[in-house]
């Protein structure tokens, strides 16, 4: 039960209270978590009697946050309703540090807001909780909140949804609050809830500013065919096609490192910008942490005097690097341990040009790799032909690929065991998908080549081949049509997406983007189909829960992701529609 849903009269909190910090047992009544809240103040050695702050100007991590940035436009066309409200409105960071600050009695605030300095208020439980939270008078630790009403919403990082601060509006007691009749919603909650919406709106659309200007700066250093770059701003990466093979991923982690340390040094006030877009003069050149020899060149990319991400040149002698070696095949692309010790066995087995099994979920890639391992092989399909006259091929020593075997007519399935009786070391390579029991045909050829047998990873078990799986699907650049790169939060979605078709459901997916997509730039999870974007789901959904899940998301799309909107549109409240998504989440 939440805040502001409880009956307790808050007399009877208030004297409970007071027996509290008496170090007397307080009545029964008081609920479970206010109660727990007073528990943690008192281990925490915070005061009650704290006297009122003296005011003074916002320090350093207020006037240098980009949270504040966005939301002063916001705050400035709020503050004068709030006199007249009698109420005051507060901006605080993710670490509950008071960035900001008007309207009435501003004397109750402190620049602290967390638990350990203030004890239990809205604005740290609200955080914790990732919902809106109210706590009301007695439910407060300090003696000078005992009259104060808070609501406090969380504001989110438009594309994470992580929580980058809270806003808190505060007021005098609610009236059923002061007679006893119980706290209903607090009144500004409204106004809560639209100020953190317009915030998160204000960030998207700086958010995706700074972007294009990062994107500019790239495109532009990297106009040169063939020049290894990379752009980054700690959020997301822009890699070309020559950097990717020249830096591993532990090469770029540290080279995203270096270059979020070197925004910050320039960002410093005494090192100056030219106060407008683009890339300005940048340090001298940093060595690679791959052990290629080479150096990488790092330059800040300002935007209406901020640094908002740097360019990396890679170098090698102190001149550009330009690596030209063949794109990796698919069938052998991944370094995870999984699927790297599969593959070193099938190509032990291989060299020998006897039979081998490759067993796996469909897509997992066994007919790309069994391509690989082979020169010249005859490739049949058993779900689309029969065997036919290919049997014989194997006797004068051509290799042949057999895929679906499950799916082999019973006398094809015959013919094969036949001849794998008489000619034991014939060069067949055959794909198998468990699925339903096989018939003692099958078995029997299971049975004979389970000796050579490999079983390849499903994509679930190797997330970390995703980002080399996309290089190696992705299709080559044509002009007009730049080779897709990917946001941060988009690999992130699809290294935690189960992908039950495996690799070739990537391979489609990769293959729609690069043929549909209108858009420029990195490939946002917000371009990702919905089940990829949204995660796996913790429990199985009704077909009414999926139907109301696609009609929000829907919704979300339409709107740019804000809540508000899309709830209108569909006729629910904002808190509805946070419900309703939990709900899918479990």
Known sequence: MTTAERPTALTSLRRARELFLRGRQPPDGVPDDVLAAWKRARFLGVRHDVPPPVPDTPGPAATESALLAAARPVLDRITESLVTAEASLVLTDARLRVLWATGFAPDHLCRDLSEERVGHNSAALALHTRRRAEVHGPEHYLDRWQDVSAVSVPVRAPETGQPLGTVTVTSGLCAGCVTGAGCGPHPAAPLAEAVATAVETELLARSRTAERVLLDAYLRTAGEQGRPVVALDGRNRLVSEAAGRLLSPE????????????????????????????????????????GTGGTARLTPVIHLGSVVGAVAVLESSGHPVVATPRRREV??????????????????????????????????GKSALARELVDRPLLMDAAETELGTRSDALRTGRPLIVRHVERLAAPDT?????????????????????????GPCLQRLLDTLAARSVTLPALRERPEDIRELLTALAPDPTPGRPPLTWALDALRALERHPWPG??????????????????????????????????????????????????ILDALRLHGGNKARAAASLG??????YRKLRGYHG
Not at 338 to 344: D, N, Q, S
Not at 510 to 529: I, K, M, Y
């Open 331 to 364: 069938g052998l692309a991944g370094s995870s341990v999984p699927w790297r010790h599969a593959v070193g066995r099938a190509l032990e087995l291989a060299a020998s040009d006897e039979p081998l099994l490759l067993i796996g979920e469909r897509g997992t």
């Open 502 to 551: 495996n690799v070739t459901e990537l391979a489609h997916l990769v293959s729609t983007l690069a043929d549909h997509r209108r858009t420029t730039g990195p490939v946002r999870r917000t371009e990702l189909p919905d089940p990829v974007r949204e995660g796996p789901a913790p429990r199985p959904l009704t077909p009414m829960e999926r139907a109301e899940r696609s009609a």
């Open 414 to 438: 015959a013919t094969l065991n036949s001849l794998l009786a008489t000619h034991p070391h014939v060069p067949l390579f055959v794909t198998y998908t468990p699925g339903a029991p096989p």
């Open 251 to 290: 090469g770029l982690e540290e080279l995203e490192r270096r270059a979020v340390a070197l925004m910050r040094e320039a960002a410093r006030p005494e090192r100056g910008t030219d106060g407008g877009d683009g890339a300005v003069t940048g340090p001298p050149a940093l060595t690679l942490p791959d």
């Open 572 to 577: 629910i409240a904002r808190a509805t529609l």
